[in-house]
């Protein structure tokens, strides 16, 4: 069990809640024995109990207990707190064989939720209105402070008593208190559009991912039209490294042990790498990162201070043991593919090289129809050098130059000392999406570590050797967590250019098809996306087919769009648009593919 925060300032009302709910289910189930119910986070504001009861609750049986609940607050019972010795207490629960073991538990010094206690744990209870619970508070003074309209139950579901699966299997029930109705709202409806949006939920309608059983967990399966998503969003990537100066590279994904000794990875990160793969009496390890090759491609050969910078890109698929626990559709997952790529430059290139990847960052991120992204930059703790790699001066110009770069292009940014890892400062970008919320994306940062460890040097004008200054940086991060993230943030309805399909061709009638064939045909040939729906459906239900898919555009085409050489477009908003010539609709289709962005 998560430890509880007495200090949190709500958790006065969340405790007082999970009270008036205990005593809401005893109301209608007398026979109930009850668990516990400390406030915690699975829900924001959340609340809980669990019980044990004659018969399985239900969410239709929640509405009943939440007016039990509203009329204890309408009440306005005071909490009463009292201290009971452990022969009072045993009498109190008699019936209550969860609370008896607790009480055995606090006569041995631990506190109620089985954390051991300083002292002795004091054996208290507090009382509202005539129901007792074994408790060590701090609660409300009165029921009445809990709003009214206020709080929410929000599900029922199985939790073995003390989390232990050798337990007996108890009901817990969620639920949701705020200051007021008005926050409780805006939370609810938060809550109901991101449930809508949720990726996972939308990768399975619109057939786009998997994550199977067979396959393990955090490892993903693109279906056809996700893969083709993913692609678009590869090409994009690979249209703007070659357009802004980078090198590619590709890499295996497995290295030998003395690989990963020399980076450091088997030192420092052994944990969050898959165990290691004996061939040949040799132990090979998936990557984690991509890192270490690119080091070696570099010092495979001399380098002049003639050849910098160089800039190494690769959209390398990396393997990390997270715990299943912590996996989530795609956002966090086992294998992911990293858009990364390494710069190295000589000292007086660090300025234009930082200047240039912001840029570059910045303008890509656009492209995706995300809010303005909130930019940090992660300083070291200036009190313990001795915790960095790099010199004191490396770091001072690497933070400085970070600093500049965000100031001259006027970019607000929060700078956290203390934040930085140990191999160098780093500016990371966060995305904000169409429901508020903040994703950390793009990444920027310094590595004082990895150059000196492979020992990368470049032979400066002086004729001697330097070593270069390395960034690593990733635009997506990763491709699988930003498609996540571009799901959920345009809910499904991917902007033209990166939807599978583009626009679907609907006939009214069977003697349609052949110029409905014509018209895909012509778009296809101008290098668009699209299908034709030739079912034998009313139209209705082809429209209503296309708006499920999220298909931006329907074209639509009888017998007077065949006559003019043109098509009814319809949009997956519901907007009607008109009939148009199906030559200017290709010039509105190309232009809005042009400029990227939402529609
Ligand atoms: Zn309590
Ligand atoms: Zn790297």
Redesign the pocket.
Known sequence: MAPVDREDPSYELRHSAAHVLAQAVKEMFPEAKLGWGPPHDRFENGFYYDFDLPRPLTPEDLPEVEERMRQIVREDHPFRYRVVGAGEARELFADQPYKLETIDELEEGKDEYGEARLGGAVISTYTQDAFEDLCLGPHLERTGQIPVDGFKLLDVSGAYWRGSEENEMLQRVHGTVWPSREELERYLWQREEEEKRDHRRLGAELDLFSIRPEVGPGLALFHPKGALVRVLMEDYWRERHRAGGYDFVATPHVGRSVLWETSGHLKWYEEGMYSAIAVEDERYYLKP???PF?MLIFNGRPRSYRDLPMRFAELGTVYRYEPSGTLRGLLRVRGFTQD?A?LFCRPDQMRAEIDRVLEFCLSFLADYGFGEPKMELSARDPGTPEKYAGSEADWEKAESTLAAALEARGLAYERVEGEAVFYGPKIDIEILDALGRRWQASTVQF?FNLPERFDLTYVGEDNRPHRPYMV?RALYGSIERFFALLIEHHAGALPVWLAPTQAVVIPVAERNLDYAREVSGELAAAGFRTEVDGRQERMNAKIRDAQLQKIPYMLIVGNREEEARGVSVRLRTNENRGMTGLSSFVEHLQEVVGARGGL
């Open positions: 990162m991509n890192c690119h990364d390494h590595d690593h």
